[in-house]
């Protein structure tokens, strides 16, 4: 029995071994391969679409502020006419004074201007 645990652990430990050598070698050959490639200068390659992309964003950050402003005139507008509207409001909702009906008789006489005979 304790001859198959010694086997078992050392073949355990040679296959580890032999992994760790292999993963060793394998990640060596990609670094060369890729220090052998030249890769092109990316800010040369996306130079042109960084630039048609910058004046886009520009174009769209005027047409942004220009609506703002016009919404901004409109919405100052929209306030003045519902201020006047307010006003109107409450002249319409003061309660109103009655006075008589014209040609009814309930008129109220105050004293005339004629001078009272002694």
């Known amino acids: 029995m304790a001859k198959l645990l010694i086997i078992l652990v ?4 040679f296959i580890s071994t032999v992994t760790f050598l292999l993963v060793i070698e394998g990640s060596e050959e990609p670094q060369k391969a890729s220090q052998a490639e030249k890769r092109p200068d990316p800010a040369a390659v996306l130079g042109p679409q960084l630039k048609s ?3 886009a ?9 220009k609506l703002k402003s016009s919404l ?5 507008q ?14 319409l909702s ?3 004074e ?9 008129q109220k006489f105050e004293a005339s201007e004629a001078p009272e005979k002694e």
């Open 78 to 91: 929209l306030d003045s006419r519902v201020k006047a509207l307010d006003a109107r409001v409450k002249v």
């Open 98 to 106: 009655e006075e008589p009906a014209e040609n009814t008789g309930d």
């Open 53 to 55: 992309i910058s004046t």
């Open 10 to 13: 050392l073949s355990t430990l």
């Open 72 to 76: 901004q005139l409109q919405l100052t």
């Open 94 to 96: 003061e309660p109103v």
């Open 57 to 65: 964003v520009t174009r769209l950050s005027s047409d942004l502020g």
